[in-house]
């Protein structure tokens, strides 16, 4: 009853928060209001955005996984090694998405099959990537890349306006919430986050699930490594370091509830594109790096507080009647 | 009902503890109604009952983790009611479960000091007041425990040892023993028991919950029965006999309201469990189950009737033995591959395990069958709906909306759409753990109707309860389990209430004779 209500009202105040955001961008800078560069700052979200989508299939399970962000640097050197082959692109893509797999498949047997804590093992295996990003990838970093490579990443189509890596984004979000929203597997894994015993009971395969959303959710990091190398046009060991506190950031903004059970895809994209509209408004604003972290943990912070303040709201109302 | 409270004996003392006209609602569910007795200093008070009879209901409701919606506690006199069980304890009331609970990385002393730790001069810690202040009270329970062992390597008996020693720190006037001695050998039964005559002896007062009836008569100095969430009677113990307890505890006059089950037509084997074991719970259990028939398992608890339920249905694997459904032998492994042999199991937690609480009716009913309502994986949601609504109107269950979360249910509709749940899934044989706890007397005449209802159509059952009536009414035949063995098969024509609690109290008695 309550789930029915609650998410769409919050996934209507995103709405409003992004207009909002975006209304108070656009008063720090004139170009701000133009088509290129709203298109433009959706590149600020499109990476993070694809680790968001498997974040958020991890957490739905009551999951979790912190080393998303190492998995892109593995994804780069990866592709970098691929590049120096002159393996031709579209093969490399697909092997570096087989390698992402292989990242998730580790976590996920760690978590699912020899039930370890999953904020451990991911602390471990976000070490233990980004260490052999480091020793595989060289020290400088590879930038030879074709532009085969660096396509997805970096063109743009329609006039030169609508980056590549937005429909890949808008592709990898429509897949993800039609599986998570209209099939089997979707529904086995919010019943997982909800009650792991009564879903087990009900015969669902809470390993099989748990281990395909960690496969999942390397999956999408290793595209977003794909995106990484064309916007950046560099791999080394160090990419995307730091980077998965926006991506927490995004799936719990987006009313996907930590402890799992519950949340939207839809949610996730909007939060997305507040987080994309406030941090390049900062950026417009000439706001720092560090106060742009300050920012973003406050709304992590405040993501998590939102069900428990709602929960106190409810509670303040029902008193009466129960008196 | 058929209450004499009147018929206490005089004693010399004014009562320690009175209850007067206690009752406690959860929801529309009573768990007390009106309960009023004393309790003496210096002597044991056995207070028994069924399970369900609000025993435990009662101790929360004392020791202040409940409060009463009616009724008074009186102590000593004056009316108390305890906000919380420290308050309980400061006053010198404290109860003891059969399982303490203790924190097991910290020693014996700091867990006896637990809560009030001796301060040194610059506020840390005392150590040796700490350790010289449970040794004192160990020793004045006559154990020699080392106060400085961590409490995890220690056995139940030292932890309830450890329990009574808190309790002692205070004056302590009443001491409750939640079955004590379900997890102790005899020999720490009888240490126990030695300790509790000295507590006596020293003027404390006693309340001994127990399912052992020998354990009753050996300490009790007044006994008090409860059933039905009712109190029935509080007598001297001598007052009493086994056979007058007994039928006391069980003998009620619901059993009209339970429907005679029909002569049905039972047909072939459809389960067939062979030499089950699981190590150190249950072992050797063979039984069968044939369409159209219900079975009843009785047994007190604990005897091992969930678990025995739990590994047929693949929840915990069995270490010994096989298990046959419709005529091939599986080894169960996953509730998911007993689900597709055609086996239901309806747990008896129903609230944590059966259902998804904060899911709709819809999506709980569904969960089990999606793979059914769906094509390529996705989801048909109109089919998905029809089947729900189908299920929950062929349940009768009584809802806002078929979208509401199963947690804005009542408990009898909580069950009813379990049921819905678990039968969707068409199963050959069904279990059902414990499928009337906790719910109204309506609904439970509801739930035995459709159990009737299933076996008529063909599907064979087995029903776990505690309820003794009921077993009884809705069993075609009774099988009995008492600490992890089959002790009794009893025909439904044999079947009383009286020969049943026999069985699964016998096998307890020759053990620990």
Redesign the interface.
Known sequence: ????IALPVWELTLVLMVIAAGAWSSTLSEYYLSVDQIFGSTRFFIIPGLMALGLAMVVSTGEIDISLASTIAVGTVTLSKLAAFGVPAPIAIVVVVVVGCLCGLINGLLVARWKLPSLAVTLGTMGAFRGFAFIVGSEVGYTDFSDAYLYTGSEYVFAGIVPVSLFVFLAAALVVAFVMH????G??CF?IG??A?????????IVRTKILTYVAAGALSALASVVWIGQYGSARGDNADGSILFVVTAVVLGGVDING??GTIGGVVLALCLLGTIRNGMGLANIGGPSQTVVLGALLVAGVLRPVLAAAVLKLARRPRAA | MDTEVGAVAPKDDAPLLSLRGIAKFFGPVNALEDVSFDIYPGRVHGLVGENGAGKSTLVKIITGLEQPNAGTVILDGAAVQFGNPIEARENGVAAVYQDPKLFPHLTVAENIAMGAYPRTAIGSVNRRAMEDNARRLLARLGSELDVRALVAGLSVAEHQFIEIARALAYDLKLLILDEPTSALTPSEAERLFAVVRQLRDHGTAVVLITHRLEEIELMSDDITVLRDRRHIATLPARAFTRDKLVQMMVGRPLESLFTAPTHRQIGREVLSVSNLGLAGVFSDISFTLRAGEVVGMGGLVGAGRSEIAKTV?G?TPPTAGEVCLDGSVIAPK???QM??AGLA?L?EDRD?????????IT?NIT??I??RL?RL???D?GRERTTAATAAETYRVRM??I???VA?LSGGNRQKVAFA?WLGTNPKALILDEPTHGIDIGSKAQVHEMIAQLADQGLAVLVISSDLPELLAVSDRILVIAEGALVAEIPRAEASQEKVMAAAAQKVERKRA
């Open positions: 009853m309550s789930r029915k209209r099939t089997i597997f529904r086995q019943s909800l009650n015993d009564a879903a087990w009971y009900a015969g669902v395969d059970g519950r | 249905f929840i996953s509730p998911r689900l597709a199991y747990p944590r395990d059966g259902l998804v609480m904060a899911e709709t999506h969960l089990p999606l793979k769906s994986s996705v989801i949601r806002a909306s979208e509401a979360a804005s749940k």
